[in-house]
């Protein structure tokens, strides 16, 4: 399947709620959903997932929690149910990222596993 496919697929099914696709200066590529949550900046989530700090990542007055991170992988969740930030490198272009607010009706494991196949799907 190509990005634009799994994009469709994951924004219809309602997995991925807000998504963009940046390179590793905040360029954004592709994006979905920004109207629901506008305060939503991806390079700040970017830039505090290439912080080599373990701390919560702040938007727009809520906390999440990281749960894992990687240089490839950015896995965290509001405990109070708002959700998952989530982050996925992309294999195929080196310095592209997928980063993504996923609902909490689905498991942060689940949410990562949908970006990553989406940021598998990108080719420089």
Not at 49 to 70: E, R, S
């Amino acid at each position: 399947m190509s990005f634009n496919d799994l994009a469709a697929e994951a924004t219809a099914s309602g997995d991925i709620g807000v998504g963009f696709l940046l390179d590793g200066q905040g360029n954004i590529y592709w994006e979905y959903g920004r109207e629901n949550w506008a305060a939503l900046d991806p390079s700040h989530v970017l830039q505090e997932w290439q912080n080599t700090v373990m701390a919560p990542i702040v938007v727009d007055n809520l906390k999440f929690t990281v749960i894992g991170k990687t240089p490839a992988r950015l896995v965290s969740t509001n405990v109070g149910g708002q959700g998952h930030l989530i982050g996925a490198a992309c294999t195929n272009w080196p310095g592209g990222f997928v980063v993504a607010w996923c609902p909490a009706s689905i498991t942060p494991d689940v949410a990562y596993s949908v970006c990553q196949k989406l940021a598998d799907t990108v080719t420089s």
